[in-house]
């Protein structure tokens, strides 16, 4: 990781092409000051996933629909700008049992996007819920780990 100024790289690219080193074109296109970038783009926060995200809204989208300040599922797409096919879609994500739900609702911030997603949960959904649970553990990372410790933490009865 390169932990300098722009210039600092510039002189290291240089060491590596040296035949392009007195090219103007070379220069403009590989000086960058790093240090006034990071300061622009701020310290990132670590993030949830973004199917986190897709399941609140879809959990507010029924909460309007049960509550009857949303009439239907097109009033919905219109007010908040996505079209009735996502909403179907992001909707279907309630459908899901009840643990898959838990273990998507307390991902980690910081969790990569690409172990859980939402292409991954969707076939989930037209499944039985025991078939859905032994679906997630093949197919969601992690989620055979989290049933484990957290049938473990129960009390037996």
């Given amino acids: ?18 035949g ?3 090219s103007k ?14 300061k622009r783009k701020g310290v990132s926060e670590l993030k949830p996933p973004p199917v986190v995200s897709h399941l609140h809204l879809a959990e507010e989208f029924q909460q309007l629909l049960d509550s009857g300040e949303a009439p239907n599922r097109a009033w919905l797409a219109e ?28 991902l980690p911030p910081g969790t990569p996007e ?11 959904v037209r499944l039985a819920a025991d078939s859905q649970l032994r679906e ?17 933490s129960q009390p037996c009865r």
């Fill in 25 to 38: 074109n070379f220069e403009s296109a590989f000086v960058l000051d790093l240090d006034a970038h990071r």
């Fill in 1 to 18: 990781m390169i932990r300098s100024s722009g210039r600092e790289v510039l002189a290291t690219v240089r060491a590596w092409l040296p």
């Fill in 79 to 106: 007010r908040y700008g996505l079209t009735r096919a996502r909403v179907t879609q992001l909707m279907s994500l309630l459908l899901l049992h009840r643990d898959i739900l838990d273990y998507v609702r307390n």
């Fill in 136 to 152: 997630a553990a093949k197919r969601v990372p992690g989620f055979a780990t989290a049933q484990i410790t957290g049938a473990r």
């Fill in 20 to 22: 392009l080193a007195g």
């Fill in 114 to 124: 690409r172990l859980v997603t939402e292409k991954k949960l969707r076939p989930l």
